[in-house]
């Protein structure tokens, strides 16, 4: 079974940083691309970045271009997102998703409030 | 960067109604097109990828369509349980991004 799980999220100051993690198990994560996707507080769905099976090819929203880092560690079947000069719209649920079984995981909360 | 305007915001049926919900790219995106279904405090989970392969598990009613810049997805006999919000996505070039929404409500 795929799962993925993120963790890190929580509450951050503006222009603070956050870690996100997303740990997958249930298929072979080194083969995969993957993306991270954001939610705002009743709001739609807004793509926020992809990687490459072996990471050389990343791609960010323009949004968060300049502030945020994907990564990944295929040795520890982990997904990373380094969020930093953290803003308050920055603010919503944060998923990451499998491609191309397009399987996400429940999401970890960022808020950012001073 | 691909725009996808998704139609109607909203709509209210009634359970055996058929509805179809409708996805406009700004370009050609091929077959690169997903639908997600959204319920309330859940991740979204995918009904329909490349447009118009049903995602294993999801009920046959449901059916997606189109090529190039314009998509449907069709639930042909509405359930209770389809009463949700689904999204459209262009995975076709990056930023891969997402329909406004469409909220099937209870008629």
């Known amino acids: 079974e795929v799962l993925l799980v993120e963790s890190g999220g929580g509450l951050a100051q503006p222009g603070g940083s956050l870690r996100l993690s997303c740990t997958a198990s249930?298929?072979?994560?080194?083969?995969?691309?993957m993306h991270w996707v954001r939610q705002a507080p009743g709001k739609g769905l807004e793509w926020v970045s992809r990687?490459?099976?072996?990471?050389?090819?990343?791609s960010y929203a323009e949004s968060v271009k300049g502030r945020f880092i994907i990564s990944r560690d295929n040795a520890k079947n982990t997904l990373y997102l380094q969020m930093n000069s953290l803003r308050v719209d920055d603010t919503g649920i944060y998923y990451c998703?499998?491609?191309?079984?397009?399987?996400w995981g429940q999401g970890t909360q960022v808020t950012v409030s001073s | 960067d691909v725009q996808m305007t998704q139609s109607p915001s909203s709509l209210s049926a009634s359970v055996g109604d058929r509805v179809t919900i409708t996805c406009r790219a700004s370009q050609n995106i091929r077959e690169y097109l997903n639908w997600y279904q959204q319920k309330p405090g859940k991740a979204p989970k995918v009904v329909i990828y490349g447009a118009s392969n049903l995602q294993s598990g999801v009920p046959s009613r449901f059916s997606g369509s189109g090529y190039g810049t314009d998509f449907a997805l069709t639930i042909s006999s509405l359930q209770p349980d389809d009463f949700a919000t689904y999204f459209c996505q262009q995975i076709y070039t990056p930023p891969c991004t997402f329909g406004q929404g469409t909220t099937v409500e209870i008629k």
């Open positions: 990687i490459k099976e072996g990471g050389s090819d990343i």
């Open positions: 998703v499998n491609a191309p079984t397009w399987m």
């Open positions: 249930g298929f072979s994560f080194s083969l995969y691309w």
